[in-house]
């Protein structure tokens, strides 16, 4: 087969890649390509296998192992490590156990306890963990087995008139079973269908996606691709064309005032969801979304919920859509829509999980709606993360496919709303989320670091990340700022998910340049910050600027006028600009300004710096005040940071050795001369240790943790120790 056998899905194998690999890196390689194209499986979705022969390193002998994709992680992005290993022989002897059983079958005791049985069935001492599907893999007797979530497979399955749409649409090549939550006894009902019927190349799983088998790897795959093919080629031919979800109801807003309302919009709306749990959004604006929140059919689809069981983890059983007439109706009334709309989102889901839940379930989750349709404008999806929002964006909008293709050819229908529920609130889920580590301390927030360029700002930068904040490196160099998101992107991932309209689509760490003498360049960054993450929590300004006067001690006016520009004016502007998007969010955060030992210590030679500094550190109380009590604001006073810093360049470290009579070279690298001159002041210091960009950035952090969520108005002085600057 070629790639030009399909126009559905890309054709991606290539033997000249594929020969070069030993067996398990050739399923690792067809698990890869399968999972680059969303047509096939979503992010996260689908499993692969192999069973190959290998040596038993105990016996020596030639063993059939399973070698199935695992809990977790992603096919697109999977590597050997995401793979279990299973004795064959020992994972069949487990049907021994669980036939033991007195009540067996779907959701029973002994099935849930067959997943921790798989460990004991290791091969190789692989610490992979074996996931729900791994029977659907190990009791198919052929060698390879893919397992897909395809859009045009999913719609026959999310079909009223399903079995029937299978025969139709695969003759008697693919079989169907009805939906049945993954596990053991899905695996044996499996096998039974195809020992009824050993004709059977694979099967459409109801309300699910697609399995199917052969006995070499690349047979597989290719029987997979072209059982997605003709499904699509089916619908194709069965679209509705412009009368899909029952024509179009609403016009799209332009771009430009999509993004003027996204601006308005998302703070509001964010601080609405995050009552809870605080999340960070992603925009996600196609033609296909905006058809579909355009359309006539929207609200009683969208109601209907998401079907395929990976899909409605993350999307919720449902979306919350505003019927909100874009052309008609102003931003107040989609407001007051969106907030009506989530008080009774929030009390059907409690509806739902009360008619649901059995004695044992796990206490309700958050109720708000993880995905926001609003017409003219497109989906607002909302996770604990960047990554998270963005796999919940691409699983709604593969949602939308499936709904557009089941609607073409038939009529969609959800899981059944208890089905939904023992999937959602499995216990086995539980168990997944409760083992996974706690939160880190700035998780949930969009940090903006003003100054992250370089110096503390960048240190800054690299200590919030650690902390699992989402970072907006900003800078009056666009380009250094870009280059701290880029370590960070490199140190941290870009994370899952493909979603996320322009800059919405980024990970969790950007780059944009801010000059903050200006209000309008404020402006336009805290615009991109809102559409990226959806809001802004902690921000911390760590730009500053030194001038010295020339030998005689002349400062002309304009350095003058810059000093206060960016040491005063600056942190106000932006502290006044982020208070609006603050009091739309009413969410807690806080605000750092960095000022200076120098801001207490008189001296000569540094007036307009010096008072500068003051001038911020009162404004710092004030701001504490005006801003109280959503914003906790505090300053943070460095002295001689000499390490890496922009404050000391290379000529002021000169002339500052020179002035201190301290031995230096001329050949030295500025880094050497700083060190001298570090060493120097840190003799000044009542600690005497140099001061570091590290010691800043950790001061930084902790002021915005919430180790500090009581301080505020407050200086915290980061000087080694240095009398003459206590604050009194
Ligand atoms: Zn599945």
Redesign the pocket.
């Known amino acids: 087969m070629k790639s030009t056998d399909f126009q559905h899905v890309n054709y991606s194998w290539d033997d000249s890649v594929a020969d070069q690999l030993d067996v398990v890196e050739r399923l690792r390689y067809r698990s890869n390509i399968l999972g680059a194209d969303q047509r096939i499986t979503n992010t996260g ?2 499993n692969t296998s192999s069973k190959i022969k290998m040596t038993d390193p105990l016996s020596g002998a030639e063993v059939d192992i399973l070698w199935v994709k695992g809990s977790g992680g992603d096919l697109r992005t999977s590597t050997r490590a995401n793979f279990a290993s299973l004795y064959m022989d020992k994972f069949l002897s487990l049907e021994n156990i669980y036939n033991k059983a007195e009540v067996k079958g779907v959701k029973t005791e002994i099935e849930d306890s067959m997943v921790d049985m798989y460990r004991h069935t290791t091969f190789g001492l692989n610490p992979a963990a074996s996931s729900i ?1 791994t029977p659907l893999h190990g009791l198919i007797p052929f060698r390879h087995v893919d ?1 897909m ?1 395809p859009i045009s497979a999913i719609a026959i399955a999310a079909s009223k008139d399903q079995e029937g749409l299978t025969q139709e649409v695969f003759g008697g090549e693919v079989g169907w079973v009805p939906w049945q939550r ?1 596990g053991f006894d899905l695996g044996l009902v499996m096998r039974d269908e195809l020992e009824k019927n050993p004709k059977l190349k694979g099967l459409i799983m109801g309300q ?2 697609l399995i199917n088998w052969a006995d070499d790897d690349r047979a597989c795959y290719e029987l997979t691709l072209s059982l997605i093919e003709r499904a699509a080629l089916y619908i194709e031919q069965h679209d509705k064309g412009e009368k899909t979800f029952g024509g179009q109801k609403y016009r799209s807003l332009d771009e430009e005032a999509q993004n003027k309302l996204l601006v308005q919009l998302l703070p509001k709306l964010r601080g609405m969801v995050s009552q809870q749990n605080r999340f960070i959004g992603t925009v996600h604006v196609t033609e296909n979304v905006l058809q579909f929140v355009n359309s006539v059919d929207a609200p009683r689809l969208a109601e209907i919920g998401t079907s395929c ?2 899909h409605f983890l993350r999307t919720k059983i449902k979306p919350l859509y505003v019927d909100w007439n874009p052309q008609k109706e102003s931003v107040e009334s989609l407001l007051e829509k969106l907030e009506a709309g989530l008080v009774k989102y929030r009390s059907d889901y409690a509806a739902y999980y009360e008619a649901c839940k059995h004695p044992n379930s796990p206490a309700m989750r958050d109720p708000n709606p993880t995905v926001i349709l609003i017409p003219g404008l497109g989906l607002i999806a909302w996770g604990k993360n960047k990554s998270e929002s963005r796999v919940t964006a691409e699983f709604y909008s593969l949602a939308i496919e499936v709904m557009r293709s089941s609607e073409a050819i038939s009529e969609y229908q959800g899981l059944p709303r208890q089905e939904a529920f023992d999937i959602e609130y499995w216990l086995l889920e539980e168990a997944k989320l409760k083992r996974m580590p706690p939160e880190k301390e700035m998780a949930r927030n969009a940090v903006v670091v003003i100054g992250a360029g370089s110096g503390i700002g960048k240190a800054t930068a690299h200590r919030i990340a650690k902390e699992g904040a989402h970072v907006v490196c900003a800078d009056l160099s666009e380009e250094t700022a870009q280059e701290t998101a880029g370590e960070l992107i490199k140190a941290y991932g870009l994370g899952i998910g493909v979603a996320g309209t322009g800059i919405s689509g980024c990970g969790p760490a950007i780059g944009l340049g801010v000059d903050i003498t200006k209000r309008e360049s404020i402006k336009s960054m805290f615009e991109q910050v809102i559409v990226a993450y959806g809001g802004v929590d902690n921000i911390i300004i760590t730009a500053g600027i030194f001038v010295s006067p020339d030998k005689n001690g002349y400062m002309p006016d304009e350095k003058w006028a810059l000093t206060y520009a960016i040491n005063v004016t600056g942190p106000y502007l932006v502290a006044d600009e982020a208070k609006l998007i603050w009091q739309a969010q009413g969410l807690k955060t806080s605000l750092v300004i960095t000022t200076s030992a120098n801001g207490a210590v008189a001296k000569q030679g540094s007036v307009a710096y010096d008072t500068s500094k003051a001038a911020a550190n009162h404004m710092v109380r004030e701001l504490a005040i005006e801003l109280s009590p959503l914003v906790r604001v505090n300053g943070l006073a460095p002295a001689t940071v000499v390490e890496g810093s922009n404050m000391f360049p290379r000529e002021r470290v000169i002339s500052s050795l020179a002035k201190y009579k301290i031995p230096y070279d001329e050949t030295e690298t500025t880094e050497s001369l700083r060190e001298k001159l570090a060493l120097f002041y840190a003799q000044r210091t009542l600690t005497k240790s140099p001061i570091t960009l590290a010691d800043q950035a950790e001061v930084a952090y902790l002021l915005c943790s919430s180790k500090f969520s009581k301080t505020t108005g407050q200086i915290i002085s980061v000087d080694g120790g240095l009398h003459e600057a206590f604050l009194r």
Do not use: C
Request: aromatic letters at 0%; hydrophobic letters at 0%.
């Open positions: 979705g689908g599907d397992h979530h993954p699910h996606g069981p990976d």
